[in-house]
């Protein structure tokens, strides 16, 4: 299992300081799903937090699998889910791990993630 949370603010600062970072962090897809909003960071934080819960609960910590390895999936009507590639399946699968579950929510101030491998 693996928990994490963002604060909002600190991390859109970080994206207006290094733009490209979004680019490395999040696939073409969870950028795209995120494009139409007003604000797109609340979401992008959000998703961040469950690419750093799920290093956690694959016991590599951050930086340990790339962030790219780890897409958010669904959102808006129906539920996030996980779709785990590269390094970080090649790990899930050394561990076990057959299926995840994630659980996504965020205020003004705070995205958080709990993500739970099974």
Not at 20 to 43: M, Y
Not at 81 to 88: D, F, M, N, Q, T
């Amino acid at each position: 299992m693996g928990i994490d949370a963002v604060d909002i603010e600190r991390f859109r600062r970080l994206l207006v300081r290094r733009p490209q970072l979004a680019e490395r962090i999040f696939t073409g897809a969870e950028r795209s799903f995120l494009s139409g909003r007003v604000d797109p960071v609340p979401g992008l934080a959000v998703r961040f937090a469950a690419k750093e819960a799920t290093m956690k609960a694959l016991g590599t910590g951050l930086g340990g699998v790339r962030f790219a390895d780890v897409e958010v999936i669904g959102g808006a009507s129906e539920a996030p889910r996980l779709k785990i590639s590269g390094l970080a399946a090649s790990r899930a699968e050394a561990l076990g791990i057959r299926s995840w579950h994630v659980s996504l929510t965020h205020t003004d101030s705070v995205a958080a993630a709990v993500v739970v491998a099974d």
